[in-house]
């Protein structure tokens, strides 16, 4: 996903890039919690990357701040030798 995320922004397809990230969301998010589904706490926070930031580029500012809390408060927790005071997105959102 990470090189194809490189592929569609170089080539203008956005909108493409968009509907390929949400067709994906069901394999790794709980759709109660935002949170990752279970064994999918690595790869949810790429997903959960992905999705504030096109949230971010269409300026749904609001959703984008609800994932991206959500994505600090979980990070530190699951993702593996990380320090409790790195948030898990680090595309430069994060306030």
């Not at 994906?24 to 935002?34: G, N, S």
């Not at 994932?67 to 408060?73: N, P």
Request: glycine fraction near 10%; aromatic fraction near 8%; charged fraction near 25%.
């Amino acid at each position: 996903m990470q090189g194809l995320r490189q592929l569609y922004a170089h080539t203008g397809r956005r909108a493409e890039w968009a509907r390929l990230v949400e067709e994906i969301v069901p394999d790794f998010i709980d759709p109660a919690t935002e949170g990752p589904l279970p064994g999918r706490e690595e790869d949810w926070g790429l997903v959960t990357e992905y999705r504030v930031r096109l949230l971010y580029e269409a300026r749904q500012w609001a959703v984008a701040e609800h994932l991206q809390k959500i994505c600090v408060g979980v990070g530190p927790r699951t993702r593996p030798g990380r320090q409790s005071h790195q948030p898990a997105y680090a595309g430069g959102l994060a306030a």
